[in-house]
């Protein structure tokens, strides 16, 4: 199996094993980014070594997996996302504001903002140059901005001022992706959804349990091979797991709870 350099942890903090020294594809994979990833230069997504490096990866018995889910159940039964919401109207928005941002980045701006606006009625009453000054501390918080009034003036005209329910009507607001509507979906309607954020994708790759050169990809496996009576919390547990374990630059390997699953060659237990 290829070894992972230093140098390409270092660059990218994407630390899959399928990323090969000389590789150039990178997955396109930021915090919360919705926009698509730009072409690889070679198709369909990755290099022949890319390639060959996620297939020498073993891949995990269902056994495995469902060790792995059952240790992350015991340890956390209830998972709970961490960007703060009062209704899936708030929940959607914060989610668009946390794109290329941390949650506690965005919690700090939505407190105050959710008090006045929780609705996208209220949301349009201060308008578009006030909720700039509420999510002044957000990273490309102009765009956002726009983009939070432009849905909320769609989910009126369009969705009887609600958050719609399917992933197609969830995508198609300013400024919503397809991890925007799997969380959405996910957190506000119980759907099985696996929303796949920097961390997510992170650990998938890294531990061999859903490999993948995009996050679609990673998506489409996780559901594929995580049992459905895992299926409510398993994007929250990959998520805290990749946040407070499965760090990208200093994995804590030794407090890990899954590291004798782990496939990672670099792993350090
Ligand atoms: S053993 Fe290390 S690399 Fe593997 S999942 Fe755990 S923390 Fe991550």
Redesign the pocket.
């Known amino acids: 199996m290829a070894k992972i350099t230093r140098r390409s942890l270092t660059k990218s903090k994407l630390t899959a094993p399928r990323r090969v020294k000389k590789s150039r594809n990178r997955p396109a994979v930021s915090q919360g980014r919705e926009k698509p990833a730009k072409k690889p230069a070679t198709k369909p997504g990755h290099s022949r070594a890319t390639r060959k490096s996620i297939k020498a990866i073993k891949a995990w018995t269902p056994a495995e997996v469902r060790e792995a889910f059952s240790r992350f159940r015991k340890a956390n039964p209830e998972p709970k996302g961490e960007l703060e919401h009062l209704n899936p109207y708030t929940l959607l928005v914060a989610v668009v504001l946390s794109a290329q941002a941390t949650d506690a980045g965005v919690n700090k701006a939505t407190r105050a903002l959710f008090e006045v606006a929780d609705t996208p009625q209220k949301m349009l009453e201060p308008g578009e140059e006030k909720l700039r000054d509420y999510i002044r501390t957000i990273g490309l918080y102009r765009n956002k901005a726009k983009n939070v009034i432009a849905l909320s003036k769609k989910l009126i005209a369009e969705f009887g001022g609600e958050v719609p329910r399917t992933r197609a009507e969830i995508e198609s607001l300013p400024g919503a992706g397809r991890k925007t509507a799997n969380v959405v979906l996910n957190m506000a309607y119980g759907e099985h959804t696996m929303a796949v954020d920097t961390h997510v994708f992170r650990?998938a790759n890294?531990?061999g349990l859903a490999p993948g050169n995009t996050p679609l990809e990673v998506e489409l496996e996780l559901e594929r091979v995580v049992p459905a009576e895992f299926k409510p919390h398993a994007h929250h547990w990959l998520i805290l797991h990749g946040r407070y374990?499965?760090l990208a630059r200093k994995?804590?390997?030794e407090v890990?709870l899954?590291?004798d699953l782990?496939r990672?060659p670099e792993?350090?237990?």
């Open positions: 650990v890294r531990t374990t499965c994995p804590r390997c890990c899954i590291n782990c990672w792993k350090t237990v």
